[in-house]
Every structure is written in C-alpha cells, then in structure tokens.
C-alpha cells in the first residue's frame, strides 16, 4: 500500500516537471525577441481563428455522424461556422501575403 503511495506520489510530480518544463526554460532564452511587426501578428491571429474555425466544423460533421446533432442543429451550426470561415479567408486575403524575408 505505501509503494503504491509513493509511486503516485512520484509520478505526480514527473507529470508537474514534465508540463513545467517548457514554461521553465522559455524565460531563460538567449534569442533576443525578434521586432513586433503588427500586420504579421494580425495575419497570424487570422490564421489561428481560420484553424479553430475549421476544426469547429469537422467537430460539428463528427457530430452529427455521431448522432449528436439533430439535422436542424446541425444544418444551422454548420451554416454559421462556415460563414465565419469563409468571413476569416475574405480577411486573411485583405491582409495579404507575408514579406519576403
């Protein structure tokens, strides 16, 4: 009974160090930060909501696949995702393509 204590006790803190770890040593990096370049940093927060959105609308197909959705539910949930992906494209292209580095 103690070792088993233990053993949870031990892999309780390989799992903290584990998840601690990378948050660790990016406080430590030698690299300076490269400049903020606010259209990138625009594209880049478009793209990361253009994924999300996606993903939002193979979870919503696995749902309905799955039996969680009603057609209804799913015909509206599916419409509104897709117009938002379709609204983060329109705006990816109005920002354009990175600069060549």
Known sequence: MA???VLVVLLSVLVVAAV?????RS???AEPAAPA?????QRREVREDL??????????ETDHQAGH?????????????????????RRLD????EREA
Not at 20 to 24: L, V
Not at 51 to 60: K, Q, T
Not at 94 to 97: A, I, N, P, R, V
Request: charged share 35%; aromatic share 6%.
């Open 3 to 5: 070792l088993a204590v």
């Open 20 to 24: 601690a770890w990378p948050f660790m």
């Open 27 to 29: 406080g430590s990096a």
């Open 37 to 41: 370049d606010p259209e990138e940093d």
């Open 51 to 60: 994924d999300r959105s996606l993903a939002a609308i193979r979870e919503i």
């Open 69 to 89: 959705l009603s057609d209804e539910d799913f015909a509206a949930l599916d419409a509104a995702e897709r117009a938002r992906a379709v609204e983060l494209i």
């Open 94 to 97: 109005e920002l354009g393509t």
